[in-house]
Nanobody, 125 residues
Framework: QVQLVESGGGSVKAGGSLRLSCAAS????????LAWFRQAPDKDREFVAA?????????SYAASVEGRFSISRDNDKNLVTLQMDNLRPEDSALYYC?????????????????WGSGTQVTVSS
């Protein structure tokens, strides 16, 4: 079982930046693929970005954030961060960190068994 705690959310104007962090703890946590998902009011939860250490380190991104968001992982600290630049109002959502035993940076939320409680991101126009 992996425990995940998110931090770094807040309010920013369009075009601004935020950095989200997720602290992971638990047995063999370094072997897990870690990802970010988000959910806006009245919308389904959607994939944002994922990082896996397998294969030398691979990442995947949702098309809507490609080129603006960057995911990275510090295995020594068991921390995964999401750097979000050029934010848009449509990026406003509750952002969740999730962990999966998958060896690929999957976009499928069903593969993620551990979830944090979320951190709010609000982008105003």
């Amino acid at each position: 079982q992996v425990q995940l705690v998110e931090s770094g959310g807040g309010s920013v104007k369009a075009g601004g930046s935020l950095r989200l962090s997720c602290a992971a703890s638990g047995r063999l946590v370094s072997l897990y693929t870690l990802a970010w998902f988000r959910q806006a009011p009245d919308k389904d939860r959607e994939f944002v970005a994922a990082f896996t250490a397998y294969g030398g380190g691979k990442t995947s991104y949702a098309a809507s954030v490609e080129g603006r968001f960057s995911i990275s992982r510090d295995n020594d600290k068991n921390l995964v961060t999401l750097q979000m630049d050029n934010l848009r109002p449509e990026d406003s959502a509750l952002y969740y960190c999730a962990a999966s035993g998958s060896v690929v940076p999957s976009k499928d939320s069903r593969l993620y068994r551990s979830w944090g409680s979320g951190t709010q991101v609000t982008v105003s126009s």
